[in-house]
Every structure is written in structure tokens, then in C-alpha cells.
């Protein structure tokens, strides 16, 4: 099993837990319930065979752990704050807007570049770079999220010489497997991770690298592992498979265990459960292609069922949240979709039960600015 940890975990934390199992069982009446049985019931509540297990995976993890949220930007230097705004921060943060404000210090000021490297990286300046590995190795942590150069690269979302700055970092010994764990949690967010993109909050806030395709290519040339969990997980939510048939072409079916699997242990899903989740999502949003493509690799697909994909019969129909099928074109920003519903009786001003909002305003908030119009138009 997984861990499922909280953001941020501390092992004061879960001992203050384990303390407070402890005297509530006592207060029920078992009065020899002992410190090591509710220390084990939480370890195991999060995923862990022990509380030895869970401490050992917290050593580890404190050391590779980043919030980037928890960054206080306004007190930071031209070229820490320049990295801050340009890099994918995988939070509520993350928008257009940020990387605009980027591009505008970098015009702003150019010379922020030589300032350091992880500045020239998320510049993908492939000079400035040249300039900073005289005297600064490429696996330098640095920048106001402790990473090195190359995460920079491939979580920054301003435009550069990308490819050509990749090659310059990973020649001189960049390790293109490089990561963190975010807030704490127990799936590697790695160089692969940034450049493939995507995740939750959709695909305009947290958009895939430019180059994507290219970097993804040149880092698993490169000994990236290619069971890259987090990428699995953040381009799960669309149809698109082009991020599994590069890994796939690179060795995923049977791959060996990763530096990070190795590094983290059991508290990382097993190849099982990884692939579970993507035939499970795969088949509940009836991304037949995607099962057939795992089948095809030796995935077990065989208790997958997809349900057949129609026209919803009543077009202002709720689901589990109170979102209707408008809310989640608008989402998509599914232009095609938006209209055939509208043309179907959808009502563009109904409001979900999790967030009280229109469709209008799941488009404006996932930036998608197209179908945003169309569905101003009809609400005018």
C-alpha cells in the first residue's frame, strides 16, 4: 500500500497522533493499550507495515521534501523571484499570468542571467549556462526551491533555447532523474514530471513544456527511468497518449526498479497499483485507446469495462458533485461539445454543489479563454 501521508508530515506530528489514539482507547476502556499498538494502527492508517517503516521513510523524506507554495515571494531577488514565477509550483498558484510576469522581469532585466544558474536554467539560456558551469556544478541545489538546474528547465513555462540548454546541463553531468517530493508527499515530482506537465488544475494552468516531446525524448535518451509515476498520474485526466508511447518506446512495460523506488521503498505505489489506477481512470472515462495501448504492453486490462460513450439523454444532469456535463466541457475547453449542449437545452447558468459556480467560471478559472467567450455569449 501507498503512503497517504499529509502534506508537510512531521514526525512530531504523528506522534502527537499516535499519543492521542492512545489515550482514547484507554478512555474506552482498554486500559493496557500501549504506545507502540497505536504508534502501529497509525503507521498503518498511512500505508506503512510499521512505525519503524513510516520513521525511516520521514528521514529520508525530509531531506527532498519542497513546498513550493510556502515560498514568500515578495522578499526575494530579481532571480530567485524570476524562477519562482516561472516555474510550475503544481498549486492553486499555478497560471498563465505568473509565467507572463516572468517573461516581463527577464525583459526587464536581462542580466539577471548571470546572476546564477538556476536563474540561466529557467531562462534556458544556453550562454548564461555556459557562463555559471565554470565555476558551479550542474547538480548545484540553488534558487528559492532548493533544486537544481535542470528542474528548473523543465518546470519553467518561459519561453528559451530549451533543448540546446538540456543538452549543455546533462553533458556536463545533470542527472536527468533529479526531483523532489512535494510537500512531503511519496510520488517523486521529477525532471520528467516538468516537462511532461499537466496534472489537476487542467491544461492551460499546468501546461506541458513547449518543447515536451523533444525533452522527454533527449531525457530518457539520457537514463531517465521512464516509471515516472507522477507523469502517469498528471496526464491521466486527458485522452492524449502520446507521453505513454514515448515511455513505452523507452522501456516502460519492463522496467527495472527506479532510483526513486529504490530510495523510497514501499511507501511508493507498487508497479500494480500504478498501473491499476491508469486502466481504472482509463475505463470509467471510456479511453478505449489508452486500454487497448496498456493491453498491448502487457498490462492487465482484463477487468476493465467501458461504458459506452453517447450524448447525455439530459444535458443539465448532475454528477456526484453537482457539476453537469457543460461544467465539465467548459473545463476541457471542448468548443464542439460547449455548442451541441447548449444546442441541447444545457442551461449555462446552473452552478455546481462543490464550488457554486457556472460553467463560464470552471472556463475562466481553467484559463480556458475560448470556450470562456463562447459561454459568455450565451449568458450576456
Known sequence: MASTLPDNPSLDRLKREARALQRAEIASGRERYALHEAQLTVARGYGFAGWPA???????????????????EDGLAPPDLFCALASLRYDADDAPPRWHAAADLLAARPELVRDHIWAAAAAADPDALRYHLRTTQPTAKGGPYGWSPLMYLAYSRVPGDSVSAALILLDAGADPDDGYLWRGMATPF??????????????????????????????????????????????????????????????????????????????????????????????????????????HHGVDISTARV??????????????????????????????????????????????????????????????????????????
Open 54 to 72: 513510516m520513521v525511516r521513510y520521514l528521514k529520508v523524506a525530509a531531506g527532498l521534501s519542497v513546498d513550493p507554495g510556502a515560498v514568500e
Open 190 to 295: 521529477t525532471v520528467l514530471t516538468g516537462v511532461f506537465g499537466e496534472g489537476e488544475q487542467g491544461t492551460r494552468r499546468q501546461p506541458r513544456h513547449p518543447h515536451a516531446e523533444e525533452l522527454a525524448t533527449l531525457l530518457l535518451q539520457r537514463g531517465a527511468h521512464p516509471a515516472d509515476q507522477q507523469t502517469l498520474y498528471n496526464r491521466m485526466f486527458g485522452a492524449d497518449d502520446s507521453h505513454l508511447r514515448l515511455l513505452f518506446a523507452h522501456g516502460l512495460a519492463d522496467a527495472a526498479p527506479s532510483p526513486w523506488e529504490r530510495r523510497l521503498g514501499p511507501a511508493m505505489e507498487t508497479r500494480e497499483q500504478m498501473w491499476r489506477r491508469q486502466v481504472d481512470w482509463a475505463a470509467e472515462h471510456g479511453f478505449a485507446d489508452r486500454l487497448a495501448l496498456l493491453g
Open 307 to 380: 461504458p459506452p460513450v453517447g450524448f447525455p439523454a439530459d444535458p443539465n444532469l448532475r454528477d456526484d458533485e453537482g457539476a453537469t456535463p457543460l461544467h465539465h466541457a467548459a473545463w476541457a475547453g471542448n468548443l464542439e461539445l460547449i455548442a451541441r449542449l447548449l444546442e441541447a437545452g444545457a442551461d449555462p447558468t446552473i452552478t455546481d454543489l462543490r464550488f457554486g459556480a457556472t460553467p463560464l467560471g470552471w472556463a475562466e478559472y481553467a484559463y480556458q479563454t475560448e470556450a470562456a467567450d463562447l459561454l459568455r455569449g450565451t449568458t450576456a
